[in-house]
């Protein structure tokens, strides 16, 4: 079965501290992508990893795909309040046009 | 550059009643996606359009659901004999040939009763 996992599912840290958020998957994908969504919002484009060692970074989140593992990481450096979303990591299936979403991670970053 | 738009934003219905989506992705991108979001899960992907082609279904699109895109510009999602469990967001994205970032509409939020 095609899988994308997340891990942790909920994530409540103080200001200030540092967190990884971990995207596995089971298929074969060379790209993998990260999105950002607040309450009741659509989705927002974070992250395009088309290559294994990619890494990306965006103001205090970086993220990097290692395809071998199958694993993504979306780190969090120095967290704030407005980081507070749920984050979702999505690979494509090699060949076809589908995409696969994990369940989320809900990140709450407390002041 | 208007973003990704969506109509209704919300609806509610019956079941057993037909409901019709319209999706209008970015003027310049060609490729087209519907998904469907409940409480709590990520996005589940439907189907792909590339232009007017459906390239790819989704074993969720039932038979109760079919998606058009005549002319290779908006998309129409349709599910007929609606069930309570049609209930979700049907999120709509589009994107380049060539560029990988989807871009997502703002959704509509079915209610089945």
């Known amino acids: 079965e095609l899988k994308v996992e997340q891990n942790p599912l909920f994530l409540s840290m103080q200001e200030g501290k540092n967190y990884t958020i971990y995207c596995n998957y089971s298929t074969t994908s060379d790209r993998l992508y990260w999105y950002r969504q607040d309450p009741g919002k659509s989705l927002e484009s974070l992250f395009v990893?088309?290559?294994?060692?990619a890494v990306k970074q965006e103001g205090r989140l970086m993220a990097s795909l290692d395809t071998k593992a199958r694993l993504s990481t979306l780190h969090i450096t120095a967290a704030v309040h407005d980081l507070s979303a749920t984050y979702f990591c999505a690979v494509d299936i090699a060949g076809t046009y589908k995409y696969i979403f994990g369940t989320g991670t809900r990140l709450k970053v407390l002041a | 550059d208007t973003g990704v738009s969506q109509d209704p934003r919300h609806k509610i219905t019956k079941r057993g009643q037909n409901v019709t989506f319209r999706c209008d992705p970015i003027?310049?991108?060609?490729?087209l996606y519907w998904y469907r979001q409940t409480l709590g899960q990520g996005p589940e992907f439907l189907t792909y359009f590339q232009n007017e082609a459906q390239l790819e279904k989704s074993r969720l699109l039932s038979d109760r659901f079919s998606a058009e895109r005549p002319k290779g510009s908006f998309s129409t999602l349709e599910i007929q004999r609606t069930e309570q469990g049609d209930s979700a967001m049907y999120l709509c994205?589009?994107?380049?040939?060539?560029?990988?970032?989807?871009?997502f509409g703002p959704g509509t939020r079915l209610l089945v009763l």
């Open positions: 994205a589009s994107s380049r040939s060539g560029a990988e970032t989807q871009y």
């Open positions: 003027s310049e991108h060609n490729r």
């Open positions: 990893l088309l290559s294994n060692g």
